[in-house]
Every structure is written in structure tokens, then in C-alpha cells.
């Protein structure tokens, strides 16, 4: 373990904002670990094993060198260490866990020494699959670093308890950035997305909350590049009610709602940066019962029209979206599609929504154009036409999200379009009040990959509770 030796020594002298909490934790002192001993151990972290198991062997030192790697990106990167781990290693148990949960991360009291320090448990079962395994290290370990920022969040007694959909999506984004080679976890996140991306944006429900790292990839992609991650959450230090809607309004030029805009509209072809297997709305393979798209529409099938009644569970929920496809492969050459957009004012529980209407030009995977249009409060309603779509663009996507908070059931709204005579040259045109339009620049992405069985089951079983 010589290399994982040296790694560790760049890390105790690399990491900002460090402070030491001494040697203060035993396993005999946490509940539940006291027949762990230590398997394979370096300078800032020790693996345990229950007594009397089989040593874990290179399984074991894999782990060590995926925590040191980790541990080095984030000093690298300039993140504040886990409390006390310049001073003595990090307690990390290797475990049978149920439920195929592969780990968590807790916090420890030094006892008779004022401070506390984290701790990693690990299932047993992941360390044979570094796909699963790296992105859970990296995701685990920044917990850690997240408390040295906001330790008001952590722990049985956390008194902020509004940013958990953000704590757990921005681990689950620095994931790939620590471990860029690994992408099966996020691609199989992706799916969850996508199944049901009418969830509001905070849902923490234990399965929707990982899926919304989608949000923060799309930072980057508006920001270009992920150093806006360390400033939000360098706003956080010192701050006990600290917001990540305000602190996304302070460091983002675009500020959170329209943010939350960009997100949705990238995320309908999923035309994000670094994971090109994301897998979006319309690449879900489905046989027709489950799908996240509210509407399909063939060029044949106009003029259509649609809805989604006030209360639906597939309605928009606070932040999230209905997305509807309007397929082009059949349009003629110089027609344009007109799409016509009545929204409800308010929520059958009569909470006023401020709607956000996206029509976005997609092709071969990407974001074309999109013009952006926020109707009236009063009387909420859209026309845009989208002319050149079968000389440009695959098709038109029409999104719409309510917003601020609002809990209770969502608000209804519906759809008409129609096909008539038009231009050759993309152009997307707003016929009603509302604001102008915006483009957004092209990135590649790429196919979508296998979906598990195991997410899939837990997005029906969740519509079958509801």
C-alpha cells in the first residue's frame, strides 16, 4: 500500500480549511462495530472487518486505493477535509448490508474530547463491482465533506433540514467528476429521471433526490464548468440556515429559477457535459406502461390536442415538468407546427403557480434552440409556432413547469397543436405575451444504455402506492 501512503501525505498537506479532531474514536465506541478490527489501513484511512472473517484481501486494498483517490480529488480541487482525518485515519467498516443499500456514512462523538468525526460503512457485496463501488466511495466521502460546510444538516439532531435534495444530488454529481470512468450509476440515475420528471425538483423520497443530479450537471453546463459547486457551497460556511436557492441566486449569473429552466430544457435530450449515456424521456425503452413523456405525437396525428387534469399524480409538481414530444420525421417540407398552451392559475388547493413554457428544437441528441415563454399569472396561456422542422430538426419538445413551492395536488393544463403552411428555416415564434426566447449551444451525447430491473420496479411499485 505504498502508493495509497504517499497519496495520503499529499492530502494532509493539500486540503484548505482543515481542522483536526484528534484520535478520539474507537469502533468499540460505536454501536453496533465494537467486533471490527482494522483488515487494511494507510495514513487517513482503516478498513474493518467483523472478527473472525475472511481477510478481504485485494478486494480490500482496492477500496483503500478508490478512498485515497477520492480523498486526493477532492484536496486537488480545493474542498475542506472530513474532520479529523489529518490527524488520525478515518474509520471505514466493511459490512453485509440488506436491501441492496451499498453503504452510509455517520457521524461519531470524540467521547471525552469536544468534536466529533465521520465514519463509513461499505457493503461487502459492492466491492467486487467497481462500477458500483467507486461512485459510492466518492458519493459517501463528500457526505463527509458536506458537513464540514454545513454540519447543521448531519446528524439525529440536524436543525436544516430544506437542502437534503440537494445534499444528496450533489453528492451523487461528484461522482463522475472523481470518477469519471464509472458511469453506470449514473446512467441507471438517469433512467429514474426520466421515468418520472414530473417530481417536484426537492422530492426526498429516497429514490427521486439521487435522480435530480441531473439539476447540477446542467449548472455546469450553463456555468461551463463545475467550479460553481464550491462556491454555493463556500456560501454555506458559518451559515446555520443557510439556502441553496439563495446561494444559487449568488453565485450564478442565471440565478435559480431561470437555472431550474436551462435544467428541464437540457435535460429533455439529455445534452449534458461528460456522461454521454445518459438516458432521456424519449430513450426510455418501454412496451407502452410506463413512460415519463406525458404525450407522444406523430406529424399524422395532427391536429391533436391534450391534457392533464388538476390533481393528476403525472402532473407537474413544484419545479418539475410534462414533457410532450412532438415528433418531426413525418412533417412536409415548409409547414410549420403551431402548439397552443392553456394553463391553470392556481392549484385545486388554490395556490397561486407561476408557469414556465419551454418549446425547444432538438436533433440528434441535442438542444438546437428553445424560446422560453412565462405566460400571464392572471390568464396563463402560450402560442408558439416552430417553423423548418422537417428540413433542421428531429422534433419539438414542449415543456411546462409551475412554480415556486407549493405542496397539495398539481395544477391541470393542456395542449392543442396543428400543422399549416410555413417557412424552410428553423425559426421558433412567440405568438402570445410572455417572455422572448433563448438559445443554447450544442454538446454531444450519446445512446442510452441497459436500464436495471431493480429501478425499475421501485418507480412502479411507487405508482402503485400513489
Same mark, same amino acid.
Given at each position: 500500500?505504498?502508493?495509497?501512503?504517499?497519496?495520503?501525505?499529499?492530502?494532509?498537506?493539500? &486540503?484548505?480549511? *482543515?481542522?483536526?479532531?484528534?484520535?478520539?474514536?474507537?469502533?468499540?465506541?460505536?454501536?453496533?462495530?465494537?467486533?471490527?478490527?482494522?483488515?487494511?489501513?494507510?495514513?487517513?484511512?482503516?478498513?474493518?472487518?467483523?472478527?473472525?472473517?475472511?481477510?478481504?484481501?485485494?478486494?480490500?486494498?482496492?477500496?483503500?486505493?478508490?478512498?485515497?483517490?477520492?480523498?486526493?480529488?477532492?484536496?486537488?480541487?480545493?474542498?475542506?477535509?472530513?474532520?479529523?482525518?489529518?490527524?488520525?485515519?478515518?474509520?471505514?467498516?466493511?459490512?453485509?448490508?440488506?436491501?441492496?443499500?451499498?453503504?452510509?456514512?455517520?457521524?461519531?462523538?470524540?467521547?471525552?474530547?469536544?468534536?466529533?468525526?465521520?465514519?463509513?460503512?461499505?457493503?461487502?457485496?459492492?466491492?467486487?463491482?467497481?462500477?458500483?463501488?467507486?461512485?459510492?466511495?466518492?458519493?459517501?466521502? &463528500?457526505?463527509?465533506?458536506?458537513?464540514?460546510?454545513?454540519?447543521?444538516?448531519?446528524?439525529?439532531?440536524?436543525?436544516?433540514?430544506?437542502?437534503?435534495?440537494?445534499?444528496?444530488?450533489?453528492?451523487?454529481?461528484?461522482?463522475?467528476?472523481? &470518477?469519471?470512468?464509472?458511469?453506470?450509476?449514473?446512467?441507471?440515475?438517469?433512467?429514474?429521471?426520466?421515468?418520472?420528471?414530473?417530481?417536484?425538483?426537492?422530492?426526498?423520497?429516497?429514490?427521486?433526490?439521487?435522480?435530480? &443530479?441531473?439539476?447540477?450537471?446542467?449548472?455546469?453546463?450553463?456555468?461551463?464548468?463545475?467550479?460553481?459547486?464550491?462556491?454555493?457551497?463556500?456560501?454555506?460556511?458559518?451559515?446555520?440556515?443557510?439556502?441553496?436557492?439563495?446561494?444559487?441566486?449568488?453565485?450564478?449569473?442565471?440565478?435559480?429559477?431561470?437555472?431550474?429552466?436551462?435544467?428541464?430544457?437540457?435535460?429533455?435530450?439529455?445534452?449534458?457535459?461528460?456522461?454521454?449515456?445518459?438516458?432521456?424521456?424519449?430513450?426510455?425503452?418501454?412496451?407502452?406502461?410506463?413512460?415519463?413523456?406525458?404525450?407522444?405525437?406523430?406529424?399524422?396525428?395532427?391536429?391533436?390536442?391534450?391534457?392533464?387534469?388538476?390533481?393528476?399524480?403525472?402532473?407537474?409538481?413544484?419545479?418539475?415538468?410534462?414533457?410532450?414530444?412532438?415528433?418531426?420525421?413525418?412533417?412536409?417540407?415548409?409547414?410549420?407546427?403551431?402548439?397552443?398552451?392553456?394553463?391553470?392559475?392556481?392549484?385545486?388547493?388554490?395556490?397561486?403557480?407561476?408557469?414556465?413554457?419551454?418549446?425547444?428544437?432538438?436533433?440528434?441528441?441535442?438542444?438546437?434552440?428553445?424560446?422560453?415563454?412565462?405566460?400571464?399569472?392572471?390568464?396563463?396561456?402560450?402560442?408558439?409556432?416552430?417553423?423548418?422542422?422537417?428540413?433542421?430538426?428531429?422534433?419539438?419538445?414542449?415543456?411546462?413547469?409551475?412554480?415556486?413551492?407549493?405542496?397539495?395536488?398539481?395544477?391541470?393544463?393542456?395542449?392543442?397543436?396543428?400543422?399549416?403552411?410555413?417557412?424552410?428555416?428553423?425559426?421558433?415564434?412567440?405568438?402570445?405575451?410572455?417572455?422572448?426566447?433563448? *438559445?443554447?449551444?450544442?454538446?454531444?451525447?450519446?445512446?442510452?444504455?441497459?436500464?436495471?430491473?431493480?429501478?425499475?420496479?421501485?418507480?412502479?411499485?411507487?405508482?402503485?402506492?400513489?
Amino acid at each position: 500500500m505504498k502508493t495509497a501512503c504517499v497519496i495520503g501525505l499529499v492530502v494532509v498537506l493539500a &486540503f484548505p480549511g *482543515s481542522s483536526a479532531a484528534g484520535p478520539c474514536v474507537d469502533p468499540a465506541d460505536i454501536e453496533g462495530f465494537a467486533s471490527f478490527e482494522v483488515d487494511v489501513a494507510s495514513s487517513l484511512f482503516a478498513v474493518h472487518t467483523r472478527s473472525g472473517s475472511d481477510p478481504l484481501g485485494g478486494r480490500g486494498d482496492a477500496l483503500l486505493l478508490l478512498l485515497e483517490d477520492a480523498v486526493a480529488d477532492y484536496a486537488q480541487r480545493g474542498w475542506r477535509s472530513p474532520a479529523g482525518i489529518d490527524t488520525s485515519p478515518m474509520l471505514v467498516f466493511v459490512e453485509a448490508l440488506p436491501g441492496g443499500v451499498g453503504g452510509y456514512t455517520r457521524v461519531a462523538s470524540c467521547g471525552d474530547t469536544e468534536g466529533e468525526v465521520d465514519y463509513m460503512v461499505v457493503s461487502e457485496a459492492w466491492l467486487d463491482d467497481d462500477e458500483r463501488l467507486a461512485p459510492l466511495v466518492a458519493h459517501e466521502l &463528500f457526505h463527509t465533506v458536506q458537513r464540514q460546510y454545513l454540519p447543521e444538516a448531519f446528524g439525529p439532531d440536524a436543525t436544516n433540514t430544506g437542502n437534503q435534495w440537494f445534499i444528496e444530488a450533489s453528492a451523487v454529481y461528484e461522482e463522475s467528476l472523481v &470518477f469519471p470512468q464509472f458511469t453506470r450509476t449514473a446512467e441507471e440515475r438517469s433512467v429514474v429521471w426520466s421515468l418520472e420528471p414530473w417530481w417536484a425538483l426537492k422530492t426526498t423520497d429516497g429514490l427521486t433526490e439521487y435522480a435530480r &443530479f441531473i439539476y447540477p450537471l446542467a449548472l455546469e453546463a450553463m456555468t461551463a464548468g463545475p467550479q460553481w459547486h464550491l462556491e454555493v457551497w463556500e456560501t454555506a460556511v458559518d451559515e446555520p440556515t443557510w439556502d441553496v436557492v439563495a446561494a444559487i441566486d449568488e453565485v450564478t449569473d442565471r440565478g435559480f429559477d431561470a437555472g431550474v429552466r436551462d435544467y428541464l430544457v437540457l435535460a429533455s435530450e439529455m445534452d449534458l457535459p461528460r456522461l454521454d449515456g445518459l438516458v432521456g424521456p424519449r430513450d426510455v425503452p418501454s412496451d407502452g406502461s410506463l413512460s415519463g413523456l406525458t404525450d407522444f405525437v406523430d406529424a399524422e396525428e395532427l391536429p391533436g390536442d391534450g391534457d392533464v387534469p388538476p390533481g393528476d399524480p403525472e402532473g407537474p409538481q413544484s419545479w418539475g415538468a410534462n414533457y410532450v414530444w412532438f415528433d418531426g420525421q413525418r412533417m412536409e417540407p415548409e409547414t410549420a407546427l403551431r402548439l397552443e398552451v392553456a394553463l391553470d392559475p392556481e392549484t385545486p388547493d388554490g395556490a397561486l403557480v407561476t408557469w414556465a413554457v419551454e418549446v425547444v428544437a432538438a436533433s440528434g441528441g441535442e438542444v438546437v434552440n428553445r424560446l422560453s415563454v412565462v405566460p400571464a399569472s392572471a390568464d396563463p396561456r402560450a402560442v408558439v409556432v416552430v417553423h423548418g422542422i422537417a428540413e433542421s430538426i428531429d422534433g419539438v419538445w414542449l415543456i411546462v413547469s409551475p412554480g415556486p413551492d407549493f405542496v397539495g395536488e398539481t395544477p391541470g393544463w393542456s395542449w392543442s397543436a396543428r400543422v399549416h403552411p410555413g417557412e424552410s428555416e428553423l425559426r421558433l415564434e412567440e405568438l402570445a405575451p410572455g417572455c422572448g426566447c433563448a *438559445s443554447l449551444g450544442s454538446r454531444p451525447s450519446g445512446a442510452a444504455p441497459p436500464i436495471l430491473a431493480l429501478l425499475l420496479l421501485a418507480v412502479v411499485w411507487r405508482r402503485r402506492v400513489i
